[in-house]
Structures are given as structure tokens and as C-alpha cells.
T-cell receptor, first 115, second 114 residues
Framework: ETGVTQTPRHLVMGMTNKKSLKCEQH?????MYWYKQSAKKPLELMFV???????ENNSVPSRFSPECPNSSHLFLHLHTLQPEDSALYLC??????????????FGPGTRLLVL | AQKITQTQPGMFVQEKEAVTLDCTYD???????LFWYKQPSSGEMIFLIY??????QNATEGRYSLNFQKARKSANLVISASQLGDSAMYFC???????????FGEGTQLTVNP
């Protein structure tokens, strides 16, 4: 299943580095999401984009900066991260049409380690 | 706000047997959706099954069925004829009426023994 792809799959970065995570969906969807999954914690919604417009920011620190240039691509720019930001970052997409069943389809995730 | 509770951190089942994974939800919304996802060790979240709050019939998808008891606010996942490949984390999630937000539980680690 390659409907939603994410690169890189693994990333190790220092606290002073700047890196970007990329997500691409091939499903013709209009909504895209970033989630953070830390060990032993439920998935946390970070950002929601609908038709390229950010519709939700779940009180995410400014060291995480999303970008959605079009409905198929979503980026998460990272800078001056902290070790507690180490987690699995999952991207998802959905139809975005306000349907009753708005199923989100996920990518494989990027495992991030901040040293 | 919505809240999902999964009370079973870990479950074990013998191959070919059925297993039930528990999920209770708390929401003040009249309309909502309930989802189950599977997450293998590779990390990807795989959509399994959906139940709408107004659906009168329990959802089924192959070996997966959802035991929806609205009055009890429970949405348990039943996996029939377990296979070794079913070993994974399973997450229950609820969706708000606008469809923009999924709230996940903490998950249940299922291990299928040969």
C-alpha cells in the first residue's frame, strides 16, 4: 500500500539542526494531517490542512513548522528540537469533504531521534 | 472533547481463535464515528473498520467486526480466526462531527500464539 508515503523513514538530528519531513499522498485527497506518536502515549494530532489551508494547530511549539504547498504534499520543518521531541511522526490524508465517514489513511511514519 | 479508553494494554490469543479488544468512548457529540486501526511494528497505521453513531447494524469487514453498544458507549473489536500476522498494536479512535479530528486511545498490544 503506497497511498501515503513519507520520507525519510528514519532521522537522527542534533538539537541545533534544521531538517524537514516530507509526506505525499496519491489518493486524490484534500485533507492532510500530522500526528506525533511518543512511546506509551496515544497519537497526538499536531496540524490539519484542508484544501491547503491550515485548519487546526493543536498548540504545537513553534519549533515545528508545517507547510502544505498543494493538496498532495505536506512538510514538517524542524528546528532547534529537544530530546523529548523524539517520536514517530505520522502523516495522514482523508477526503476532506466533510463526510460522515472521514477515514484517514496513514503513511509509514518517520522515526525521529533528537540527540 | 472526546475521550477513548482501552483498558487492555496487552492481550494474548491462540491462532485460529477469536479475540475481543475493548474500547469505550466518551463524547457529548450526537453524531460521531468510531474507527479501529492496526499498527504493526513497522509503524504504519492500517484502517480496519468504521462504525457511524447512527448505524443500527454492527460493522463487519472480513474477519473484523465491531460490537457497537451505544448505550454503554462501547465499540469493541472482534477478530475471528486469529492469524499470526494479526500480532500488532490496535487503536480505537473517535471522530468529531466535522470529521477533522481523530482522538485515539492508548492501544492494545495483541499477540497471536501459534
Amino acid at each position: 500500500e503506497t497511498g501515503v508515503t513519507q520520507t525519510p523513514r528514519h532521522l537522527v538530528m542534533g538539537m541545533t539542526n534544521k531538517k524537514s519531513l516530507k509526506c505525499e499522498q496519491h489518493l486524490g485527497h484534500n485533507a492532510m494531517y500530522w500526528y506525533k506518536q511518543s512511546a506509551k502515549k496515544p497519537l497526538e494530532l499536531m496540524f490539519v490542512y484542508n484544501f491547503k489551508e491550515q485548519t487546526e494547530n493543536n498548540s504545537v511549539p513553534s519549533r515545528f513548522s508545517p507547510e502544505c504547498p498543494n493538496s498532495s504534499h505536506l512538510f514538517l520543518h524542524l528546528h532547534t528540537l529537544q530530546p523529548e521531541d523524539s517520536a514517530l511522526y505520522l502523516c495522514a490524508s482523508s477526503q476532506g469533504a466533510g463526510l460522515d465517514q472521514e477515514t484517514q489513511y496513514f503513511g509509514p511514519g518517520t522515526r525521529l531521534l533528537v540527540l | 472533547a472526546q475521550k477513548i479508553t482501552q483498558t487492555q494494554p496487552g492481550m494474548f490469543v491462540q491462532e485460529k481463535e477469536a479475540v475481543t479488544l475493548d474500547c469505550t468512548y466518551d463524547t457529548s457529540d450526537q453524531s460521531y464515528g468510531l474507527f479501529w486501526y492496526k499498527q504493526p511494528s513497522s509503524g504504519e497505521m492500517i484502517f480496519l473498520i468504521y462504525q457511524g453513531s447512527y448505524d443500527e447494524q454492527n460493522a463487519t469487514e472480513g474477519r473484523y467486526s465491531l460490537n457497537f453498544q451505544k448505550a454503554r458507549k462501547s465499540a469493541n473489536l472482534v477478530i475471528s480466526a486469529s492469524q499470526l500476522g494479526d500480532s500488532a498494536m490496535y487503536f480505537c479512535a473517535s471522530q468529531n462531527p466535522s470529521g477533522s479530528r481523530l482522538t485515539f486511545g492508548e492501544g492494545t498490544q495483541l499477540t497471536v500464539n501459534p
